[in-house]
């Protein structure tokens, strides 16, 4: 667990927020499929079931972006800071 690379603090935000929307994207894709599974099991509408998938994946996004943003946490080495 780090934070994302970058030389300065507008430079980490960029970056964190872009991390968090590609999380939020991949949530909302991944909910399509799940929705209808969730359907079955929580006995709700399709679409209560897909909104449900979507505040998870806000909430994933979310905790991301403060993951990301994060002074205390070091950078993480796996990741490069954008040229």
Request: glycine share 8%; proline share 7%.
């Amino acid at each position: 667990m780090g934070s994302a690379p970058g030389a300065d603090w507008g430079s980490r935000l960029r970056l964190a927020g872009l991390r968090a929307l590609r999380t939020f994207i991949q949530g909302v894709v991944a909910a399509f499929p799940t929705a209808g599974a969730g359907e079955l099991v929580l006995s709700a509408p399709y679409w209560q079931t897909f909104a449900f998938a979507l505040l998870a994946a806000a909430t994933t996004a979310i905790a991301s972006f403060l993951q990301n943003i994060a002074n205390f946490l070091p950078t993480d080495p796996t990741q490069a800071a954008p040229n």
